[in-house]
């Protein structure tokens, strides 16, 4: 069964550093997503993606984060400078249409900034 | 009004038991409705979509009331391995999620 896959499953980083949390989306998938969930708290939405360009954000997605999808497979979060509030589970998912669509997630990259 | 609210629970349950979740969406117009499944520390999995009044799963039943605007699971027979948070969602531009609602099955 075709299923969501993320890289790395565990990151940690000092605070101000960059970081690329990467995905691969289900191949027949259109549209990808992230989510991330700090500890003990809700599943909160960032960005949406679809066609090369981001079709929905969050206030949470401010400058200090992008998406981009490099290539053909992945897909991929990047946080500028890190802060200590950015550490959380990110989820990436994926859904053959829109967001009204069954979304599946992968496992998550937990981040740790120190 | 939040889009969606559950009941946070948690549900304490003995194995063999029938338990109902109920979850209110303030969006008249969401056209699909999703119940996600999420153990801790885990991503959500998706565990039943819900398009028009109701879906079946074995075990699981979700039933969707648009006039009272709200959205149920029942499960049937709990196991042990029901033990998680549900999560009603009713998206809109995105998924947007509750707190959800903690099960957690005894044997």
């Known amino acids: 069964e075709p299923e969501v896959t993320q890289t790395p499953s565990h990151q940690v980083t000092q605070m101000g550093q960059e970081v690329i949390l990467r995905c691969v989306p289900i191949?027949?998938?259109?549209?990808f997503y992230w989510y991330r969930q700090i500890l003990g708290q809700k599943v909160e939405f960032l960005v949406s993606?679809?066609?090369?360009?981001?079709?929905?954000k969050s206030e949470i997605f401010d400058d200090q984060f992008s998406v981009e999808r490099p290539d053909g497979s992945n897909f991929t979060l990047k946080i500028r400078s890190t802060k200590l509030e950015d550490s959380a589970m990110y989820f990436c998912?994926?859904?053959?249409?829109?967001?009204?669509?069954?979304?599946?997630f992968g496992p998550g990259t937990r981040l740790t900034v120190t | 009004r939040k889009e969606v609210e559950q009941d946070p629970g948690p549900f304490n349950v003995p194995e063999g038991a029938t338990v109902a979740f109920n979850c209110t969406y303030s969006?008249?117009?969401?056209?699909?409705f999703f119940w996600y499944r999420q153990d801790c520390r885990k991503e959500p999995k998706l565990l039943m979509s819900?398009?028009?009044s109701g879906n079946e799963d074995g075990r699981f039943t979700a039933q969707l009331n648009r006039a009272s605007q709200y959205i149920s699971l029942l499960i049937r027979d709990s196991k042990l391995s029901d033990s998680a948070t549900y999560l009603c969602?009713?998206?809109?531009?995105?998924?947007?999620f509750g707190s959800g609602t903690r099960l957690q099955v005894q044997p």
């Open positions: 998912a994926s859904s053959e249409q829109g967001p009204g669509d069954e979304q599946y």
């Open positions: 191949s027949n998938h259109l549209y």
């Open positions: 993606f679809y066609n090369n360009e981001i079709s929905e």
């Open positions: 969006n008249s117009a969401s056209q699909s």
């Open positions: 819900v398009y028009s």
């Open positions: 969602v009713a998206p809109r531009r995105a998924l947007t």
